[in-house]
C-alpha cells in the first residue's frame, strides 16, 4: 500500500486515492475491497470498477492499471 500515491494528476485532472471497504456478515465477517481514484473535479472514476474480495488482488489490480497508464515504474514495484 506504500507504493500508491494519494494524488495523481492524469490529463490535467487531480485524482485521489479511493477506498471503499465492505463488511458482509456477523459472526464469520467477509470483506469486499475496491481501490481506485476518484477526482472531486470531474466526478469520475480514473479506472473501471471492481470489487475484489481479498485485499491483495485489489491491490494489484490498482498498481497494474497505474503501471499501465505510467504513473508508477515496474521496476519501483520490484525494488521492495
Known sequence: MNKLPET???N???FNIYINVT???IE???FNYE???Y????IEFLFYSKVFNDI???LNNLL???VNIKVLNIEELIDE
Open 8 to 10: 495523481i494528476n492524469v
Open 12 to 14: 490535467g485532472n487531480e
Open 23 to 25: 463488511k458482509y456478515g
Open 28 to 30: 464469520n465477517p467477509k
Open 35 to 37: 481501490l481506485n481514484y
Open 39 to 42: 477526482s472531486e473535479d470531474i
Open 56 to 58: 491483495e488482488l485489489s
Open 64 to 66: 497494474c492499471n497505474l
